[in-house]
């Protein structure tokens, strides 16, 4: 609909990097602890860098929908008849209805209210979820900045529960480059245990680790991930640039807006029954 | 503050100000409302019956400022009938349902002139009873331009098999009703429905018909409004009375009356005053009753 296509005969739409999009704020609210209150706003840290295709219908180039699809009939399903089920074993299912779903949902926080303080060096890395900045909105950004700077002093990241979306996510608050940021925490019980993952027995004999502590001294280097690159998007992209400046793309029909409000049959009974009406007048 | 205590139904209800003027260029006061009220409420009642009640309050007359109350007020009496629904986001509300003469009296009493409800009920709020074609006529447009496309859409939809009744709106519109009553239809599909038979109007009907939102497109044309298909609006409730100058009431027509008016161009008969309004129901009965009970498949969904 605002699909305009001339954006993407420019390429430039097409190939807009993540890192240049505005910040757009995903929450706001507070963070709290005591008697401080900091009015924040919630913003992606991160924006994976998949290279996501559409997947068109060959013939038209109409891109294609996903539909349920039920085997034992072999017919797509209508979305009134889909249920939610939950498999306690192979083919028994508890069903659940969206009320009831609801009725356990969290509600929506307001604050980030952070319940005790940590060391971060205490926090493993395998419980780190995902990232996301906190930026000061208006009026708390002396606050802000204080709590940075202490926390980051002291390498300490303060502890909450916290809503977004619909699900209740254990965060950490800590101090990033100057500014906050929030960490999402895998809870305990989803971190898988580790028992036989290290082997036992053996003793390492002290000429064997002095060597192996020697190769790895060797090739130390500081942290400076900007040296890598996704190869395969990096390929890709030049690949769809290539592919962008030779040809010119192609395009889904042009659907007419409104002969698409209404299934085909209804529409062509209504364009049936209109001329009858027009007729007779 | 005057008060008068009065007994129905075995309840006790303390009426207050009934001798306030609340229609003042047309000289008709709360205890006319009431009254209004009482009579028609045998008519009214089923129209009401399980709907979620949005009161749309004037203390001080129609002509002055009112406000929208969704919340049953909580200084309502025990006995007042009440539903939790949902809100967006989950959040729960008691709303208030007229099922008897007593509440409907009381709510008058909170001067609810307007009475406004969904069109489903609060046991199944995701189906709809039926699908509505709200015609609203721009600035430039009279209710008799509403009348013609009334009456193509009531023959459009003929030839699709859906009977529709059609009431005033008590303002310039006219409402059509498509009664469904059964519970396999959502709102998606009157909303997608009624959308597709705007649009087509539209086309077909350029210079009396537009089926987009925006005021410009209006002017000298009717909207078709088909979003009022949706869980969250409401419609004036059949006899409500509404607020205007002159105490006029959302009433149900014939389609032969729609028909005449249209024909001698008198769009006076397209405005039922309270006591016609009365007079009119006691004499002929509820002629929307089908919209309650009528059961009809969308066809072609």
Same mark, same amino acid.
Request: charged residues 30%.
């Given at each position: 609909?605002?699909?305009?296509?001339?954006?993407?005969?420019?390429?430039?739409?097409?190939?807009?990097?993540?890192?240049?999009?505005?910040?757009?704020?995903?929450?706001?609210?507070?963070?709290?602890?005591?008697?401080?209150?900091?009015?924040?706003?919630?913003?992606?840290?991160?924006?994976?860098?998949?290279?996501?295709?559409?997947?068109?219908?060959?013939?038209?180039?109409?891109?294609?929908?996903?539909?349920?699809?039920?085997?034992?009939?072999?017919?797509?399903?209508?979305?009134?008849?889909?249920?939610?089920?939950?498999?306690? +074993?192979?083919?028994?299912?508890?069903?659940?209805?969206?009320?009831?779903?609801?009725?356990?949902?969290?509600?929506?926080?307001?604050?980030?209210?952070?319940?005790?303080?940590?060391?971060?060096? $205490?926090?493993?890395?395998?419980?780190?979820?995902?990232?996301?900045?906190?930026?000061?909105?208006?009026?708390?950004?002396?606050?802000?900045?204080?709590?940075?700077?202490?926390?980051?002093?002291?390498?300490?990241?303060?502890?909450?529960?916290?809503?977004?979306?619909?699900?209740?996510?254990?965060?950490?608050?800590?101090?990033?480059?100057?500014?906050?940021?929030?960490?999402?925490?895998?809870?305990?019980?989803?971190?898988?245990?580790?028992?036989?993952?290290?082997?036992?027995?053996?003793?390492?004999?002290?000429?064997?680790?002095?060597?192996?502590?020697?190769?790895?001294?060797?090739?130390?280097?500081?942290?400076?991930?900007?040296?890598?690159?996704?190869?395969?998007?990096?390929?890709?992209?030049?690949?769809?640039?290539?592919?962008?400046?030779?040809?010119?793309?192609?395009?889904?029909?042009?659907? $007419?807006?409104?002969?698409?409000?209404?299934?085909?049959?209804?529409?062509?009974?209504?364009?049936?029954?209109?001329?009858?009406?027009?007729?007779?007048? | 503050?005057?008060?008068?205590?009065?007994?129905?139904?075995?309840?006790?209800?303390?009426?207050?100000?009934?001798?306030?003027?609340?229609?003042?260029?047309?000289?008709?006061?709360?205890?006319?409302?009431?009254?209004?009220?009482? +009579?028609?409420?045998?008519?009214?009642?089923?129209?009401?019956?399980?709907?979620?009640?949005?009161?749309?309050?004037?203390?001080?007359?129609?002509?002055?400022?009112? &406000?929208?109350?969704? +919340?049953?007020?909580?200084?309502?009496?025990?006995?007042?009938?009440?539903?939790?629904?949902?809100?967006?986001?989950?959040?729960?509300?008691?709303?208030?349902?007229?099922?008897?003469?007593?509440?409907?009296?009381?709510?008058?009493?909170?001067?609810?002139?307007?009475?406004?409800?969904?069109?489903?009920?609060?046991?199944?709020?995701?189906?709809?009873?039926?699908?509505?074609?709200?015609?609203?006529?721009?600035?430039?447009?009279?209710?008799?331009?509403?009348?013609?496309?009334?009456?193509?859409?009531?023959?459009?939809?003929?030839?699709?098999?859906?009977?529709?009744?059609?009431?005033?709106?008590?303002?310039?519109?006219?409402?059509?009703?498509?009664?469904?009553?059964?519970?396999?239809?959502?709102?998606?599909?009157?909303?997608?429905?009624?959308?597709?038979?705007?649009?087509?109007?539209?086309?077909?009907?350029?210079?009396?018909?537009?089926?987009?939102?925006?005021?410009?497109?209006?002017?000298?044309?009717? &909207?078709?409004?088909?979003?009022?298909?949706?869980?969250?609006?409401?419609?004036?409730?059949?006899?409500?009375?509404?607020?205007?100058?002159?105490?006029?009431?959302?009433?149900?027509?014939?389609?032969?009356?729609?028909?005449?008016?249209?024909?001698?161009?008198?769009?006076?008969?397209?405005?039922?005053?309270?006591?016609?309004?009365?007079?009119?129901?006691?004499?002929?009965?509820?002629?929307?009753?089908?919209?309650?009970?009528?059961?009809?498949?969308?066809?072609?969904?």
């Amino acid at each position: 609909m605002g699909n305009s296509r001339s954006d993407i005969d420019t390429g430039e739409v097409l190939f807009k990097q993540g890192n240049k999009m505005a910040v757009q704020g995903i929450w706001s609210g507070t963070i709290s602890f005591s008697l401080v209150a900091i009015p924040v706003q919630l913003v992606k840290a991160v924006e994976p860098g998949r290279v996501s295709f559409r997947m068109l219908h060959s013939k038209d180039y109409s891109p294609l929908a996903r539909r349920m699809f039920c085997p034992e009939e072999d017919a797509i399903v209508h979305p009134d008849e889909i249920i939610r089920g939950y498999e306690i +074993r192979p083919g028994k299912y508890i069903l659940i209805t969206n009320e009831e779903l609801e009725s356990v949902s969290p509600q929506r926080s307001r604050t980030i209210e952070i319940v005790e303080f940590i060391n971060m060096n $205490e926090v493993d890395s395998i419980y780190y979820d995902h990232p996301y900045y906190l930026v000061p909105t208006k009026g708390g950004e002396k606050a802000y900045r204080l709590l940075v700077e202490v926390m980051r002093r002291t390498n300490k990241a303060g502890l909450a529960k916290f809503v977004l979306g619909e699900r209740e996510y254990l965060v950490a608050v800590k101090s990033m480059g100057g500014a906050l940021a929030l960490m999402t925490l895998h809870y305990s019980e989803e971190i898988l245990p580790d028992e036989d993952i290290s082997p036992r027995g053996g003793e390492i004999e002290a000429e064997e680790k002095s060597r192996i502590k020697k190769i790895i001294k060797k090739m130390m280097a500081d942290f400076s991930p900007e040296k890598y690159a996704d190869e395969r998007r990096k390929k890709i992209m030049d690949l769809l640039k290539k592919k962008a400046k030779e040809k010119v793309p192609v395009e889904a029909p042009q659907v $007419e807006e409104e002969e698409g409000e209404g299934p085909a049959d209804l529409i062509a009974a209504l364009k049936e029954s209109m001329r009858k009406v027009k007729m007779k007048r | 503050m005057s008060r008068k205590v009065v007994e129905i139904a075995g309840r006790r209800l303390s009426l207050s100000n009934l001798e306030k003027d609340l229609y003042p260029s047309y000289g008709f006061t709360k205890a006319h409302i009431l009254e209004y009220y009482r +009579r028609i409420a045998m008519f009214i009642l089923p129209h009401l019956e399980d709907r979620a009640l949005t009161l749309k309050r004037y203390p001080e007359g129609v002509e002055k400022d009112f &406000f929208f109350e969704k +919340r049953c007020p909580s200084h309502r009496p025990g006995w007042v009938k009440t539903a939790e629904v949902s809100r967006d986001y989950g959040e729960r509300m008691t709303v208030c349902l007229i099922n008897d003469l007593e509440t409907l009296i009381w709510v008058q009493n909170l001067a609810s002139v307007e009475l406004h409800v969904p069109l489903a009920r609060v046991g199944s709020p995701e189906t709809p009873d039926f699908m509505v074609f709200d015609l609203d006529p721009g600035d430039q447009a009279t209710i008799l331009v509403c009348a013609q496309v009334a009456l193509i859409l009531r023959d459009l939809l003929s030839r699709l098999g859906l009977t529709s009744y059609v009431k005033t709106s008590g303002k310039k519109g006219l409402h059509l009703y498509v009664p469904l009553n059964h519970k396999g239809k959502t709102f998606e599909d009157t909303k997608q429905f009624s959308r597709a038979v705007a649009v087509i109007m539209e086309k077909n009907y350029p210079d009396l018909v537009t089926a987009k939102m925006a005021k410009k497109y209006r002017k000298a044309n009717v &909207f078709i409004n088909w979003a009022q298909n949706d869980s969250k609006k409401t419609m004036i409730c059949i006899y409500s009375l509404r607020a205007r100058e002159k105490p006029i009431v959302s009433f149900p027509l014939a389609w032969k009356e729609l028909e005449n008016a249209a024909r001698q161009d008198d769009s006076e008969k397209l405005q039922v005053i309270h006591s016609e309004a009365v007079i009119t129901a006691e004499k002929q009965g509820d002629l929307s009753r089908e919209v309650l009970v009528k059961k009809q498949k969308l066809p072609y969904l």
